[in-house]
Nanobody, 116 residues
Framework: QVQLVESGGGLVQAGGSLRLSCATS????????MGWYRQAPGKQRELVAS???????DYADSVKGRFTISRINAKNTVFLQMNSLRAEDTAVYYC??????????WGQGTQVTVSS
């Protein structure tokens, strides 16, 4: 069964950094894009960052200049480097992979907690 495996969440003080990683064993379908959503308590899930197979990245306005997404296509792996973290970045972060012609893959979520 194809899965997305996330790692790198945790507790950090405001102003600190964390790096999230997400890898998938998918080899049957082309993964056109990968990225991260997050969901804070009582809020809707929002797109944080995404990156296409061609390397085009997109970010939520709230994280521009602080977060950087990168990808290793050959390994179907995506990273999210998060710097200058703020209390409002606290959320469960979910990795996703958008495949051609079939449903998206989702990770189980990893908790990021930023203490102020």
């Amino acid at each position: 069964q194809v899965q997305l495996v996330e790692s790198g969440g945790g507790l950090v003080q405001a102003g600190g950094s964390l790096r999230l990683s997400c890898a998938t064993s998918e080899r049957s379908f082309i993964i056109n894009a990968m990225g991260w959503y997050r969901q804070a308590p009582g809020k809707q899930r929002e797109l944080v960052a995404s990156i296409t197979i061609g390397g085009t990245a997109d970010y939520a306005d709230s994280v521009k200049g602080r977060f950087t997404i990168s990808r290793i296509n050959a390994k179907n792996t995506v990273f999210l480097q998060m710097n200058s973290l703020r209390a409002e970045d606290t959320a469960v972060y979910y990795c996703y992979a958008r495949r051609s012609g079939v449903r998206d893959l989702w990770g189980q979520g990893t908790q990021v907690t930023v203490s102020s």
